[in-house]
Structures are given as structure tokens and as C-alpha cells.
């Protein structure tokens, strides 16, 4: 892999899509974080890239051709709009293909750069048939499928750390040996029947930073060792803080910090290329979000350039 000093970036302004007034998720969280991040010179105006959308040929190696095809018509249930949690739009569905692509298009990046991250993503509750909880079309699980189709990368180790279980992507790879899901999540929390990961660690309520972080330290170099993966994705949501609304756990700012550093310094010194999709992050103070999505990229930056 070549040595860079930068990291790839995939943004696009449809990544901010307006919602009700009210709504509880923090949209306006994709627009903060890019400003942030350039303000304070983590990142140069040239590091992001405009995603080119995912094509409906490598959406539907991973999800069912009814379930997107409703879904592009704006034919969904009500109840299936519900489960989603977002009003059904062209402009979502628009955003849901672009957030894939770039995922998609951070992979191919990571080879050259040894990681590549995606301003948003890490849509882990979309099912093969269906999505739910904020999420339409799992982008990780696009992406794998795509390294796995293009014969890029044989076997594949999916870390997902957001707080919640990743049971779309357990469930669209259960039968699938190349690709191996770890999802490390509130044992108490959504989803509430959980699917089965190929690991799955599910943590107690106020679970704090050195029983959690000693648990990664245990867990993830051994499955390394393990699967010997030739590429990694990496769900690094911040909803694990113990400010989170939507969390139940008890991590701090720098704890969260220290899983990202911990995660990302595996994967630089294995040499093994990664892709990271933000996921969730759902804190009643906007800042302390965004602080915490912006220390993945400050330590992505140390570790990486």
C-alpha cells in the first residue's frame, strides 16, 4: 500500500437530507463534521470525494429485486416506512445509493491508501428484503459482496462496533464463509430480537471504558489471527458514549477514542486495507457527536499518514 498523507473521504451534500422539525435523528451531523474537520486541519478541502452511486446490478447481489424495486418506485408499505423511520422520498432514495457508492468507491481507495472512511454509512439494520431503523440499503454489506464478486478479497471481517446489533448484515452473510460478521453491541438495546452474528458480544447496561476496551483487546487481534482477513470494514459508531440518547452504554469521549485507535492500529499494523463507515451517534448535544465522529478521523490521521 502506498504512504499517503491523506485519507479518502466520501461526502456528498445529499448526505444532509431535510426531515420534520423534531425528528430525533441528528441529520445535520453530516454537515457539521466535514466543516469541523477541514476548520481544524484533520483534513484538506481535497481529501473528500463525490461518491458516484452504486449501480441497482451491485445493490441487488445483496438485496432482494422486489424490495429495492418498491423502494425506488416510492411503493413501500406503511408499515415498512415505519420500520425505516424516515418519510419515503426520491431524495432518500437517491441518498441511500450515493452513501453505498461511496462506501463502494472507499474500498478501491483503501487498497492504495490502507483505509478509506465514509462521512456516513454503516447502514447495518437494512435486511436483504427489507430495512429498518434508519437504514434502506446496508452499504458494508454492498461493498463486501462487491470485493467478494470483483475477486479482490477472499475472506472479509466485518467490525461492527456501533452500540446497536449490525442484524441486517448477520443476517444477509449467515451463510456466507467468506465473509465474517463481529458485532459488539448493548445487550439490552435495539435491535431487540438480535440476529446471529458470527461473534456476537453483547455488553451490560453503563458498561465503561476499560471493561469495553479490555473486551476489544481480547476479541479482536485473536479473531485476526484467526481469519487471517485481507480486508476489514469497520462500523465505528459513537452511540457507545454515555451521553447517548439512544445507547445504554458508559463510554467517555476518550474511551471511544482509544476503540478507534485500538481498531485502526490492528489494522495498520497487519497491513490489512480498511474501509470505515461512521454509523450511529444519537447524543442530546450535537458537539459532543460530532467530537466524537471527528476523533475516529484524528486518529485515523495519526495511524495512517
Do not use: W
Not at 485507535?261 to 447524543?283: D, T
Amino acid at each position: 500500500m502506498e504512504l499517503t498523507s491523506f485519507i479518502p473521504i466520501a461526502f456528498d451534500p445529499i448526505y444532509r437530507l431535510p426531515l420534520p422539525e423534531n425528528h430525533r435523528f441528528p441529520m445535520e451531523k453530516y454537515e457539521l463534521l466535514p466543516q469541523q474537520l477541514v476548520l481544524e486541519g484533520t483534513c484538506e478541502a481535497t481529501d473528500f470525494y463525490e461518491p458516484i452511486p452504486a449501480t441497482l446490478k451491485t445493490v441487488l447481489r445483496v438485496h432482494n429485486e422486489n424490495y429495492v424495486k418498491r423502494l425506488c418506485a416510492l411503493s413501500l408499505s406503511k408499515s415498512e416506512v415505519r420500520s425505516i423511520g424516515f418519510p419515503l422520498s426520491q431524495e432518500l432514495v437517491e441518498r441511500e445509493f450515493v452513501i453505498a457508492g461511496g462506501t463502494l468507491m472507499g474500498c478501491e481507495k483503501a487498497f492504495k491508501t490502507g483505509i478509506a472512511m465514509n462521512i456516513a454509512g454503516g447502514t447495518h439494520h437494512a435486511f436483504y428484503d427489507r430495512g429498518e431503523a434508519f437504514c434502506l440499503l446496508n452499504d458494508q454489506a454492498i461493498a463486501a459482496q462487491y470485493l467478494l464478486d470483483t475477486k479482490q478479497a477472499k475472506r472479509i471481517l466485518i467490525l461492527d462496533l456501533d452500540v446497536h446489533q449490525g442484524n441486517g448484515t448477520a443476517a444477509i452473510f449467515e451463510k456466507n464463509p467468506a465473509v465474517f460478521t463481529l458485532s459488539i453491541h448493548g445487550a439490552k438495546n435495539y435491535p431487540f430480537r438480535k440476529e446471529k452474528s458470527d461473534l456476537d458480544v453483547a455488553l451490560d447496561d453503563k458498561t465503561e471504558d476499560e471493561t469495553y476496551l479490555t473486551q476489544i483487546k481480547k476479541i479482536i487481534p485473536a479473531l485476526f489471527n484467526e481469519i487471517q482477513p485481507d480486508f476489514v470494514f469497520y462500523l465505528c459508531g459513537v452511540d457507545v458514549l454515555a451521553s447517548d440518547k439512544l445507547g445504554r452504554l458508559g463510554l467517555t469521549l476518550e474511551g471511544c477514542k482509544r476503540r478507534d485507535a485500538f481498531v485502526l492500529g490492528q489494522c495498520k499494523q497487519r497491513n490489512i486495507p480498511v474501509q470505515c463507515s461512521m454509523g450511529g451517534g444519537y447524543s442530546k448535544d450535537i458537539k459532543i457527536i460530532i467530537e466524537a465522529h471527528a476523533n475516529t478521523f484524528r486518529v485515523a490521521k495519526e495511524i495512517f499518514t
